[in-house]
T-cell receptor, first 113, second 113 residues
């Protein structure tokens, strides 16, 4: 079945760039997502990329997709303390009727002032 | 900005009791989902729903679970006889199926005692 893996933890200083990485196994992914979860809160859609793209930029966020290596990354430029949260990578496949998402375990980003 | 809303935000129940979690998806969306996140674990897919029927369900979604769209706006998850291990955050999500955007609600935290 599908599997999505992320490193558990990332610590950066305020103002630096953060890069959160994700690997997935299903080559039939249609979309790949990044969600942000603050403590006790829901899953906030940050950005997503269609599988035929290799890059997407949205303000401070840059998503890079290497489909050959099944590797996705999220770069946050000028990281702020408000960016501290858990970031989930997820893939959406088209090989089932429900188009469900498979999530990684989340990367906890800690931003130090 | 349109959003997925969920009620209640937190429910405490006794083991064996029935629970209904409610969701109002975004109004023009056609695909609806329930996911759950046990504390400290991955977000897991439960069920997807389209055209008034379940389109896919996971192994977690056993006979104790059911979903319904009783009217044009609500989408509910019922757990008939709750178990301790049902304690989790339950997330509703929706998408229109045409774009990649898949939005989650803030979640309903279920605590089974």
């Amino acid at each position: 079945g599908e599997d999505v893996e992320q490193s558990l933890f990332l610590s950066v200083r305020e103002g630096d760039s953060s890069v959160i990485n994700c690997t997935y196994t299903d080559s039939s992914s249609t979309y790949l997502y990044w969600y942000k979860q603050e403590p006790g809160a829901g899953l906030q859609l940050l950005t997503y990329i269609f599988s035929n793209m290799d890059m997407k930029q949205d303000q401070r966020l840059t998503v890079l997709l290497n489909k050959k290596d099944k590797h996705l990354s999220l770069r946050i430029a000028d990281t702020q303390t408000g960016d501290s949260a858990i970031y989930f990578c997820a893939e959406r496949t088209n090989n089932n009727a429900g188009n469900m998402l498979t999530f990684g375990g989340g990367t906890r980003l800690m931003v130090k002032p | 900005e349109p959003e997925v809303t969920q009620t209640p935000s937190h429910q405490v129940t006794q083991m064996g009791q029935e629970v209904i979690l409610r969701c109002v998806p975004i109004s023009n969306h056609l695909y609806f989902y329930w996911y759950r996140q046990i504390l400290g674990q991955k977000v897991e897919f439960l069920v997807s729903f389209y055209n008034n029927e379940i389109s896919e369900k996971s192994e977690i979604f056993d006979d104790q679970f059911s979903v319904e769209r009783p009217d044009g706006s609500n989408f509910t998850l019922k757990i008939r006889s709750t178990k301790l291990e049902d304690s989790a955050m339950y997330f509703c999500a929706s998408t229109n199926g045409n774009t990649g955007e898949l939005f989650f609600g803030e979640g309903s935290r279920l605590t089974v005692l």
